[in-house]
Nanobody
Framework: QVQLVESGGGSVQSGGSLTLSCETSGYTHRSYCMAWFRQAPGREREGVAAIDSDGRTQYADSVKGRFTISQDNAKTTLYLQMNNLKPEDTAMYYC?????????????????????WGQGTQVTVSS
């Protein structure tokens, strides 16, 4: 079974930075999309940033200009660089993966498109 292992969460003051990492194991699909989602208590899970096997990226409006999603050269680790963090960024952050049967890839932040999820890592931003 494919496994996603997350790290990098923690507590930071407003305006600070954090980098989240998601290491993959056994995820070898040629056409895929990976993404970061977040969910605060009492709120629905929302897409934050996505990157697909063609290198295309997509960001939620609330994080554009502050967050950057990327992968290492081997595409075994997914990153989320978070700068200028705000208290409203406080949430549990999840790494997720979606696969596609052929070369066509949909870069998406729709939660229903993702079939594999990490355990989540907590990010807390204090004012």
């Amino acid at each position: 079974q494919v496994q996603l292992v997350e790290s990098g969460g923690g507590s930071v003051q407003s305006g600070g930075s954090l980098t989240l990492s998601c290491e993959t194991s056994g995820y070898t699909h040629r056409s895929y999309c990976m993404a970061w989602f977040r969910q605060a208590p009492g709120r629905e899970r929302e897409g934050v940033a996505a990157i697909d096997s063609d290198g295309r990226t997509q960001y939620a409006d609330s994080v554009k200009g502050r967050f950057t999603i990327s992968q290492d050269n081997a595409k075994t680790t997914l990153y989320l660089q978070m700068n200028n963090l705000k208290p409203e960024d406080t949430a549990m952050y999840y790494c997720a993966a979606a696969s596609f049967p052929g070369p066509a890839v949909i870069t998406t932040l729709h939660v229903g498109s993702y079939h594999l999820w990490g355990q989540g890592t907590q990010v807390t931003v204090s004012s």
